[in-house]
């Protein structure tokens, strides 16, 4: 099987593992963890440098979920990649377990910042940055937000400090599926253009399908050459990407899938492994 | 008494100092530091000071990124904004996940002067003590903050630090038997009719405090208690049980500070009469740094005043 179909199968194992999970926990947001998931299959089975057998290497390299409400994709990312048994996720929202509605770093191997609070984690993400260079170490810093998120005045504080200490080792994801709680993102707050305002902030942008593996890791590639600019990969995504009733569906932004409709999606994501497995043999 | 110094200049210098003993400590300032006092360190270790600009809840989360990597920040702004503007970074980006981040609060308490009430932080205290896992420290002099800031750089845990602007005098360097522990409050002068617990620049008044009842014939006890959180417990029972009431002091509202932590652990454990002496849950106000100190009655007599209350409360009077 080549990189990319395995990429894509995996990717499609972490979004019945994140749906499963959620169904599990009856609650949590499914939309903006499937339409990332793409991109965290990328990073953690292509492009970080990471050993999950030692999650607090110093020398790794570091992702911040800053849209932090899509734990359940990074939590089925970091399972599938062996950084605990993909049971645990049954755990997920809990009390009995430690996988907590929004990324736990004291608690979670492989989480490196604790997130949830919008608008947050790319500071965070930039001070990992400027950690890096300060060490003199050449790990890079990976993040991942939302556009909703970036209504956050504090994400402009942070665009502009990546710029300017021309932070060359940080690459962000933006999950630009274009929806949000109260509805589409140009509704509730329009943003655009989105892709000018991170080049007027001086950042390098890309702008990619968030569903091609092949551009996803095209962009990665391309960022590690800028090293005198932070690089913005602006993804178009799908809300609720992999399961056709809650693609581009704004009230699956924060709801579980009952007993049926999880039945339906299950069906569906298994379909889709079953067809990339039947490719790849 | 050895001089006057301004806690913030102690504190910037000592920064400086201990810069070259310990690699990990790194500075952040959001465009203020000139009045923070990391001015020094910025000149003399340009490679670990960052100069955030005005954006106080980017240079916290920053921190927060930077102390995951292993490295020691102090964040610098007015206290004002490092415990108000950036509360909710403070709490979940430093707090939460445990980080081993220092954010400072310059200029806290009234005493600013003329800047006026948006800038004279009397809730500092109150909202960082209500952050689980958070210590919270102001040192009452130059010689302290010296002490202070070495025992923070050690310390491994979000922690909060207050200073403030005007020069005060040094207090703790002549006290007899003075050890700095984080922690462990300090019994600057002992008294058995009623204590005084104070914190920062109130700790040199509630000494002059101390001189003027004790011309009265009252004895007072007075304690330097320069870590508000975790509070030194063992030392209020104790000043509690053998002098029956206590006055507490700062330069903060009389709500949820200082006298707030002192109050709930004696109520619930010996419930002594507490008397809080500080801001009245009111704004500041604009005016020189000595007007407005004698404005909300922030002085040794205001002191004095409180401890003759709390004397009276016990006596059933």
């Given at each position: 099987m080549d990189q990319i179909q395995s990429l894509k199968l995996t990717a499609a194992k972490a979004r019945l593992l994140a749906v499963d999970a959620i169904h599990e926990a009856k609650s949590g947001h499914p939309g903006g963890s499937l339409s990332c998931m793409d991109a965290l299959t990328a990073l953690y089975f292509h492009e970080m440098k990471i050993d999950p057998a030692n999650p607090?290497?110093?020398d790794r390299d570091r992702f911040v979920l800053s849209k932090g409400h899509c734990a359940p994709a990074l939590y089925a990312v970091l399972a599938l990649r062996g950084y605990y048994p993909e049971g645990d996720l049954k755990l997920l929202r809990s009390i009995k377990g430690h996988f907590s509605g929004h990324p736990d770093?004291?608690?979670?191997?492989?989480?490196?910042m604790s997130t949830g609070?919008?608008?947050?984690g790319l500071s965070c993400a930039v001070g990992m940055a400027l950690a890096a260079r300060t060490l003199k170490k050449d790990f890079r810093t990976y993040a991942m937000c939302g556009d909703g998120e970036i209504e956050e005045g504090q994400i402009w504080e942070a665009a502009m400090a990546a710029a300017k200490w021309k932070l060359g080792n940080l690459c962000v994801f933006l999950d630009n599926n274009g929806l949000q709680i109260d509805g589409p993102n140009d509704v509730v707050m329009p943003s655009a253009p989105l892709d000018k305002k991170f080049e007027a902030f001086n950042w390098n942008v890309i702008t990619i399908d968030g569903h091609d593996i092949a551009q996803i890791l095209d962009a990665l590639a391309e960022a590690r050459k800028c090293s005198e600019k932070p690089t913005l990969i602006l993804m178009k995504t799908v809300k609720g990407k992999g399961v056709s009733f809650m693609e581009d569906q704004v009230g699956w932004h924060g709801k579980a899938p009952d007993d049926e409709q999880f039945a339906a999606a299950k069906a569906e994501l298994e379909a889709a492994i079953a067809a990339l497995e039947e490719k790849g043999e | 008494m050895a001089g006057k110094i301004a806690t913030r200049n102690a504190y910037g210098e000592a920064l400086t100092e201990l810069a070259e003993k310990y690699p990990q400590l790194v500075v952040l300032d959001a465009d203020l530091a000139n009045a923070t006092m990391t001015k020094f360190f910025a000149k003399s270790y340009p490679d670990r000071?960052?100069?955030?600009?005005?954006?106080e809840a980017n240079m916290t989360d920053i921190a927060a990124g930077m102390a995951t990597a292993g490295l020691k920040p102090f964040t610098n702004t007015f206290a004002v904004f490092a415990a108000g503007r950036a509360y909710e970074q403070v709490r979940n980006s430093i707090a939460y996940p445990r980080l081993n981040v220092t954010v400072v609060g310059s200029h806290g308490g009234v005493s600013v002067g003329e800047d006026g009430a948006t800038h004279q932080a009397i809730e500092d205290f109150a909202l960082m003590r209500a952050i689980p896992g958070m210590l919270v420290c102001c040192p009452c002099d130059g010689h302290e903050m010296r002490l202070a800031v070495e025992a923070l750089i050690n310390y491994n845990g979000p922690a909060y630090l207050r200073l403030e602007r005007p020069a005060t005098e040094i207090i703790?360097?002549?006290?007899?038997?003075y050890t700095f522990e984080l922690g462990k409050g300090v019994v600057l002068r002992d008294g058995t009719d009623v204590t005084i617990i104070a914190t920062g620049i109130n700790v040199p008044m509630a000494v002059h405090a101390a001189e003027i009842l004790s011309a009265e014939g009252i004895s007072a006890r007075v304690i330097d208690m320069h870590t508000i959180k975790p509070l030194d417990e063992e030392l209020v029972l104790k000043a509690a049980q053998e002098t029956g009431c206590i006055v507490t002091s700062e330069e903060h509202s009389v709500v949820g500070g200082l006298g707030g932590a002192v109050c709930e652990y004696l109520s619930g454990k010996y419930p002594v009469p507490v008397v809080r002496h500080g801001v009245n849950d009111v704004f500041g106000r604009s005016g020189t740094y000595a007007a407005v100190l004698e404005y909300f009655g922030i002085t040794p007599e205001g002191i004095a005043g409180k401890a003759r209350e709390a004397v009276s409360l016990k006596r059933g009077k």
């Open positions: 607090a290497w110093e770093m004291v608690h979670i191997k492989g989480v490196d609070s919008l608008g947050q | 000071f960052f100069d955030c600009g005005i954006a703790t360097d002549e006290a007899e038997g």
